[in-house]
Each structure stands twice: as C-alpha cells, then as structure tokens.
C-alpha cells in the first residue's frame, strides 16, 4: 500500500525554522518525484517545491524562494521541507506528495500528484 506520512510540523515564533519529513512506504521514493504543498484557511492549495527522483530542483514557489528547500534521502525514503524565516503568512497545512509520471510536472498545481499524504499543521505565530 503506497502511503506518505508527513511530520514536523507545530508552532513557532515568526522568524524560526522548521523541518517537515515525508516518510513513504510500499514504493521506492527514489524513483518517483517528490512536491511539498501547502493550503492556507481560506486558500487553494499552493504548490511550494517539487524535486525529481534523480535529485534535480524542478520548482521552487516565489513565497518561499531563499527560505523554504526541498530535499530527499532515498536511503531511508524520506524527503523532507526545510524552512527557514517563517513568517505568520506561512501557516497552514502541509502535504507531501509523489508522482511517477515523467516529463514536465505541474509543480505549482500539483494536479499531476496521485499519492498525498495527511498533512501537517504548520503555524507561526508569536
């Protein structure tokens, strides 16, 4: 059973960093690209980045753009969402999830992802 656990997530202080994983199971993340996206109150879903099995960066949002990095350990096939200099604008739920379609992705949409995870609950607030 494919399945995509998100972690991590919490409350912190406007300025602070957080780590979110994505641990998968029943199918090689390796193999697969990975995107973090996010759904504010309120908002539609946002795609935050996105980054191919080989490694390569296909997408990174402008919100988050110097703050915010995506990246993978295959060995444990876990990804993971390094953010850093949250701002209250920031909070919201976060999902992880992974496509096996090659080709250009719809990392901003995330229209092109068929396993997502159940989300974490990010929240920055002082």
């Known amino acids: 059973q494919v399945q995509l656990v998100e972690s991590g997530g919490g409350l912190v202080q406007p300025g602070g960093s957080l780590r979110l994983s994505c641990a998968a199971s029943?199918?090689?993340?390796?193999?697969?690209?990975i995107g973090w996206f996010r759904q504010a109150p309120g908002k539609g879903r946002e795609g935050i980045s996105c980054?191919?099995?080989?490694?390569?960066?296909?997408y990174v949002a402008d919100s988050v753009r110097g703050r915010f990095a995506i990246s993978r350990d295959n060995a444990k096939n876990t990804a993971y969402l390094q953010m850093n200099s949250l701002k209250p604008d920031d909070t919201a739920v976060y999902y992880c999830?992974?496509?096996?379609?090659?080709?250009?992705?719809?990392?901003?949409?995330?229209?092109?992802?068929?396993?997502w995870g159940q989300g974490t609950q990010v929240t920055v607030s002082s």
């Open positions: 029943g199918f090689t993340l390796a193999s697969y690209t």
């Open positions: 980054m191919r099995g080989a490694g390569g960066i296909q």
């Open positions: 999830a992974a496509t096996d379609l090659v080709g250009l992705i719809a990392c901003d949409t995330g229209h092109d992802f068929g396993s």
